[in-house]
């Protein structure tokens, strides 16, 4: 292992440390009150306690505006400047986000006599600091991890959520087998299933569609670039998870919010449309699958531009041996890419479906809302991409050269 590996192991680690440390500091008001309380609601009175979701919900909203709003879109393509623009509005958002959740938050705990016997004197806006101050240290620390760490700083700390669950899911789940509440044979299709489910995400997120790209002699300088062949690799799934899981149900909530809104939240449309549109409801997961094969599509078409690659292409005397540059190249990748998108969006489908279909079915377990297929993918990717960092650091001298 070399010395910079080494390092950088060594820091990921120690941030990650860090992250624990954090989910057991108590925000402020809490005192050792949420001491008393068992270990895995620690972290939910801590100042930690809303985790990295705000900062993930603002990137995403920005991410929607900019595929709907040209100026934004634009904006993120221009560059270095661009980009901290980006990262400034992501940053003024996310305070809007955890403040509006944090202030939520502190003053539903003010109503439980068991944590706060004297609610006069619960300091809600001194807590609300406290938990928005600690969604800021967390983007700090990822954004550390990401520059001198090994792997995403984001993902990492998402992951290290849901890995820090496990035993205590798996000891709960043995506990409920001992006292008869679940089946063994559940148990160990459960532990067979997600050992299945994660071998199939690891081949899925590996799996590319390479096509074969010709790059014509040309002069750089001085000197002479032969004619050579290069590979053009399309993933499976270019639109990753976060994305069309969490947007699809702002499809159909938000329009309903709007009508609880006008019609009132008791009016009986409103009522039933919210009482089909539950978790694990028919309804909700019809309407949520079609929204996320949907979405799958649409974020590929930004991510992976048929027309963009065309002209870079173009641009580097590239060609696609059988296919003319320009208008030709755009959409033969765009056929390319429509039905590699295909089984990508039938994949994410599966996945956000997981949790709801073991409890249409009565087999759910205590995890299956907390460790779902989301949660597994994330995982897996992130280890995937440690990987391929290690594997770069390890191969890289310390002057930036391959070896």
Same mark, same amino acid.
């Given at each position: 292992?070399?010395?910079?590996?080494?390092?950088?192991?060594?820091?990921?680690?120690?941030?990650?440390?860090?992250?624990?440390?954090?989910?057991?500091?108590?925000?402020?008001?809490?005192?050792?009150?949420?001491?008393?309380?068992?270990?895995?609601? #620690?972290?939910?009175?801590?100042?930690? @306690? $809303? &985790?990295?979701?705000?900062?993930?919900?603002? *990137?995403? =909203?920005?991410? !929607? %505006?900019?595929?709907?709003?040209?100026?934004?879109?634009?904006?993120?393509?221009?560059?270095?400047?661009?980009?901290?623009?980006?990262?400034?509005?992501?940053?003024?958002?996310?305070?809007?986000?955890?403040?509006?959740?944090?202030?939520?938050?502190?003053?539903?705990?003010?109503?439980?006599?068991?944590?706060?016997?004297?609610?006069?004197?619960?300091?809600?806006?001194?807590?609300?600091?406290?938990?928005?101050?600690?969604?800021?240290?967390?983007?700090?620390?990822?954004?550390?991890?990401?520059?001198?760490?090994?792997?995403?700083?984001?993902?990492?700390?998402?992951?290290?959520?849901?890995?820090?669950?496990?035993?205590?899911?798996?000891?709960?789940?043995?506990?409920?087998?001992?006292? #008869?509440?679940?089946?063994?044979?559940? @148990? $160990? &299709?459960?532990?067979?299933?997600?050992?299945? *489910?994660? =071998?199939?995400? !690891? %081949?899925?997120?590996?799996?590319?569609?390479?096509?074969?790209?010709?790059?014509?002699?040309?002069?750089?300088?001085?000197?002479?670039?032969?004619?050579?062949?290069?590979?053009?690799?399309?993933?499976?799934?270019?639109?990753?998870?976060?994305?069309?899981?969490?947007?699809?149900?702002?499809?159909?909530?938000?329009?309903?919010?709007?009508?609880?809104?006008?019609?009132?939240?008791?009016?009986?449309?409103?009522?039933?449309?919210?009482?089909?549109?539950?978790?694990?409801?028919?309804?909700?997961?019809?309407?949520?699958?079609?929204?996320?094969?949907?979405?799958?599509?649409?974020?590929?078409?930004?991510?992976?531009?048929?027309?963009?690659?065309?002209?870079?292409?173009?641009?580097?005397? #590239?060609?696609?041996?059988?296919?003319?540059?320009?208008?030709?190249?755009?959409?033969?990748?765009?056929?390319? =890419?429509?039905?590699?998108?295909?089984?990508?969006?039938?994949?994410?489908?599966?996945?956000?479906?997981?949790?709801?279909?073991?409890?249409?079915?009565?087999?759910?377990?205590?995890?299956?809302?907390?460790?779902?297929?989301?949660?597994?993918?994330?995982?897996?990717?992130?280890?995937?991409?440690?990987?391929?960092?290690?594997?770069?650091?390890?191969?890289?001298?310390?002057?930036?050269?391959?070896?």
């Amino acid at each position: 292992m070399s010395r910079e590996l080494a390092r950088r192991i060594a820091f990921t680690i120690g941030a990650l440390l860090l992250f624990r440390l954090g989910t057991q500091i108590p925000f402020v008001g809490m005192g050792a009150t949420s001491l008393s309380f068992p270990a895995e609601h #620690g972290g939910r009175f801590s100042i930690f @306690a $809303l &985790g990295i979701l705000p900062y993930l919900s603002a *990137a995403i =909203v920005i991410r !929607v %505006l900019s595929l709907v709003w040209q100026g934004l879109n634009l904006l993120e393509k221009s560059g270095e400047r661009g980009r901290r623009s980006i990262a400034r509005y992501t940053l003024i958002l996310t305070l809007l986000f955890s403040t509006f959740q944090a202030y939520g938050y502190a003053s539903a705990i003010q109503t439980i006599p068991a944590l706060v016997p004297d609610p006069d004197d619960w300091p809600v806006l001194a807590a609300t600091a406290s938990i928005v101050g600690g969604v800021f240290v967390l983007i700090w620390l990822s954004e550390q991890i990401t520059r001198y760490g090994i792997g995403n700083g984001l993902a990492l700390i998402l992951s290290a959520g849901f890995l820090v669950a496990i035993p205590q899911n798996i000891a709960g789940i043995m506990d409920a087998v001992r006292q #008869g509440a679940i089946s063994g044979n559940v @148990a $160990l &299709g459960h532990a067979v299933f997600w050992v299945v *489910a994660v =071998v199939m995400i !690891v %081949l899925v997120e590996g799996a590319r569609r390479n096509i074969q790209v010709q790059f014509a002699a040309r002069n750089v300088g001085t000197r002479q670039l032969p004619t050579r062949d290069a590979m053009l690799p399309i993933k499976l799934n270019s639109a990753g998870y976060l994305i069309p899981v969490t947007v699809a149900p702002w499809i159909f909530f938000l329009p309903l919010a709007f009508a609880g809104f006008i019609l009132g939240g008791d009016h009986p449309l409103v009522a039933a449309a919210y009482r089909h549109l539950q978790l694990g409801q028919p309804a909700h997961m019809i309407l949520v699958s079609i929204a996320v094969f949907m979405l799958a599509f649409i974020y590929t078409a930004y991510v992976v531009d048929p027309e963009h690659t065309a002209k870079s292409l173009a641009r580097h005397n #590239g060609t696609i041996p059988g296919i003319a540059p320009g208008e030709a190249t755009a959409g033969y990748l765009d056929r390319v =890419v429509s039905l590699t998108t295909v089984v990508g969006a039938v994949y994410l489908t599966a996945l956000q479906l997981i949790p709801e279909v073991f409890d249409l079915y009565g087999i759910g377990l205590p995890y299956s809302m907390v460790v779902d297929g989301g949660a597994a993918l994330v995982v897996v990717c992130t280890a995937l991409d440690i990987k391929t960092q290690v594997r770069d650091v390890s191969l890289t001298n310390p002057g930036g050269v391959r070896r």
